[in-house]
């Protein structure tokens, strides 16, 4: 029904800075919902950040002041500018959404996505 696309991965500095995108791609679909999850070696994963379609935000505490959830609703993207980089920072962030899919007929599926992650790695 729909997918995510998300890019802007990689390696960095302490103390640099990465942007990641996510694209919902597919016919049909409204999110309300948008935001990143990430999950380093051996733990569970973590809420990092999320909109609402009234961009309403919310961070996790470890991230506030560092990074920045934005989105596009004409391009269904959602963007994470991630500055001030820790190596705690390193772990796969994935994109997530949640929002409703309209069929051809216009009925409506509640649904929730999340996109293939994307590695982010803080070393010198």
């Known amino acids: 029904q729909v997918q995510l696309v998300e890019s802007g991965g990689g390696l960095v500095q302490p103390g640099g800075s990465l942007k990641l995108s996510c694209a919902v791609i597919?016919?049909?679909?409204?999110?309300?919902?948008m935001g990143w999850h990430r999950q380093a070696p051996g733990k569970e994963r973590e809420m990092v950040a999320e909109?609402?379609?009234?961009?309403?935000?919310n961070y996790a505490d470890y991230v506030k002041g560092r990074f920045t959830i934005s989105r596009d609703n004409v391009k269904n993207t959602v963007f994470l500018q991630m500055n001030s980089l820790k190596p705690d920072d390193t772990a796969t962030y994935y994109c997530?959404?949640?929002?409703?899919?309209?069929?051809?007929?216009?009925?409506?599926?509640?649904?929730?996505?999340w996109g293939q992650g994307t590695q982010v790695t803080v070393s010198s």
């Open positions: 597919g016919r049909g679909f409204r999110a309300n919902s």
């Open positions: 997530v959404v949640e929002g409703m899919h309209y069929d051809d007929y216009g009925v409506p599926t509640a649904l929730r996505s």
């Open positions: 909109i609402t379609s009234g961009d309403r935000t």
